[in-house]
């Protein structure tokens, strides 16, 4: 066709686009770089005509498209073979590196290399990965990963959107009270007929801003690795990357940049248009497209709120604790007002487990208590003693049986103490957890040494037969299969009981032993005071 009607390669249609532009917005390869090099030997070295060709009538270029449409390997490729169109901005004023981080959610977990594809690298079995389709999938994901990094790096490197965003403002708006000094200064609006009404469209946030709100720590971090100043660049709500880090619960973000000394020192004093502190952040959560569904328990997420109020509360200084917003809340009073709502879910939440939880405990109790009182293979009549008392499987089932009569028991006591809790919000942080989890843990014991007992007595009453050796080991299999059974379905809650108990014992060391930080200042102060006696006692002598 294009031998017939050369015409056809630069023709447009209603919407600007031209066949290299169609190619790129629905990722069809083959066709871009058979346009693209058709594009190349008509206009070798012209790049300005090139560029009514790579855009279309609403400002978008082919790397906005190729970007929009998830194809990063083929928006890598344009954007190496067009750099004229990084700095480009579609309709909107965004750049592509603004769009890149708008778009980084769908790979923001899959950065690290798959530990398959470090393994077929290093073997060199490529041409068994494409044969195989699970390997060939997993290989080609991690390309298109690979291409969205580089990508990153390279728009990164050559854009230029943060100079025209503002930077940390200089004037004080700090109030620890709610008594205004005077008239609010306010804009002056006329309503006369002939006046007319500036309508000013608010301009896209920064690449780092819009990246911190979609959580993608890579661009972050490139982001500051290549312009360390642009850490304290704000939106227009006045706001910078920690503040906004902390209101989309974006952790691994708001973990790097406290690590960062000198520019935490500066962050966490900022304070937003509407007055709000960092502290203020905790209660302000995001709700807006680019936070994910979260489905956590409400108490759990209570929980994480509390922990991260005290983990901000503790790198803010003094002044910013006690700062008051334009609302006349500060950040203590705003974080119960906001978590009042979630408080009564959580605490509906932790009575609907808690009485769940003790009725299940109850029925372990009743059974357990049950069965202390049938003997496996009876009574001697004589004597009344036992008659298989001398089996080792005798005595697991005694061991057993009462184990689990005493953990269910515990756990309905501790199942009582939850019931009965005023349900504070500051119960949440750790004591109302605590005590579910070591009623649930210790429901999870009953269960598993009831099982062990039942399978117990099984054995001991099939241990009279003699013979059918075959029958034995598949009643030995029977009978322990529940507990195989449990143990791996609970083996996720217990690495979750394993974890928290490990935060709390932690918890309790750190409230002991004193910090490395601690010493030190302690030493300071020492020899400060040892510093400052010494002139007194030379001029003694």
């Keep these: 066709m294009l031998r017939r009607a050369p015409s056809l390669l630069t023709m447009t249609d209603k919407l600007g686009e031209t066949p290299l532009f169609c190619a790129a917005r629905y990722g069809n390869t083959k066709s871009f770089y058979f346009f693209k090099s058709e594009m190349n030997r008509r206009f070798p070295e012209d790049a300005a005509s090139l560029m009514g060709f790579l855009r279309r009538n609403n400002k978008e270029t082919i790397l906005h498209v190729a970007i929009h449409s998830f194809n990063f390997a083929l928006a890598l490729d344009i954007a190496k073979t067009y750099p004229m169109l990084i700095g480009e901005k579609d309709g909107d004023g965004m750049t592509a590196l603004q769009l890149l981080a708008c778009k980084s959610p769908r790979f923001k977990r899959r950065f690290e290399k798959h530990f398959i594809c470090k393994l077929i690298d290093w073997i060199c079995l490529k041409e068994i990965a494409s044969r195989v389709p699970i390997l060939k999938n997993i290989k080609e994901k991690q390309l298109v990963i690979d291409s969205t990094k ?147 328990y409400p108490a759990h997420e209570l929980k994480d709120d509390l922990l991260l109020f005290e983990s901000v509360k503790n790198i803010c200084t003094s002044v910013a604790t006690s700062q008051v917003n334009n609302d006349g809340l500060n950040a203590r009073q705003l974080f119960v007002k906001n978590m009042e709502k979630l408080r009564i879910d959580a605490k509906e939440w932790m009575k609907s487990t808690a009485w769940g939880s003790a009725g299940f405990g109850l029925t372990i109790a009743t059974l357990s208590f049950t069965a202390s009182y049938t003997v496996p293979g009876g009574l001697d009549q004589n004597t009344g003693h036992p008659i298989m008392g001398g089996k080792p499987f005798f005595i697991v089932f005694t061991l057993a049986n009462g184990l689990s009569l005493t953990f269910s028991i515990t756990s309905l006591i501790t199942f009582l103490f939850i019931l009965t809790s005023s349900f504070q919000l500051k119960d949440f942080k750790r004591s109302l957890h605590c005590q579910l989890l070591l009623g649930l843990t210790l429901v999870m014991l009953s269960v598993l040494m009831m099982m062990i007992s039942f399978a117990a007595s099984l054995i001991l009453g099939n241990t009279s037969k003699k013979g059918q050796d075959w029958t034995k080991i598949i009643l030995y299999t029977i009978s322990f299969l529940p507990v195989t059974v449990l143990i791996y379905t609970t083996t996720p809650v217990c690495y979750t009981l394993l974890k928290v108990f490990k935060e709390i014992l932690g918890s309790i060391i750190a409230s002991i032993l004193p910090t490395c930080s601690d010493v030190e200042s302690r030493k300071i102060m020492q020899h400060r005071r040892l510093s400052s006696q010494a002139p007194t006692t030379s001029s003694i002598v």
């Design 150 to 296: 580089e990508l990153a790096t390279l728009l990164i490197e050559n854009d230029a959107s943060w100079e025209e965003t503002k930077p940390m403002p200089t004037q004080n708006r700090v109030k620890l009270h709610r008594y205004r000094g005077g008239s609010t200064p306010s804009e002056n609006v006329s309503t006369g007929t002939n006046n007319k009404i500036n309508v000013t469209l608010p301009t896209p946030d920064s690449p780092l801003i819009l990246a911190t709100k979609s959580g993608c720590t890579y661009i972050v971090k490139e982001i500051l690795r290549v312009y360390s100043q642009a850490v304290e660049l704000i939106d227009k709500d006045g706001r910078n990357i920690l503040n906004v880090a902390i209101q989309y619960r974006r952790m691994e973000i708001y973990k790097a940049v406290i690590e960062m000394k000198y520019p935490l020192m500066t962050l966490r004093d900022t304070i937003d248009n509407e007055g709000n502190s960092l502290l203020h952040m905790v209660a302000m959560k995001a709700t807006d497209q680019l936070v994910e569904m979260d489905f956590r």
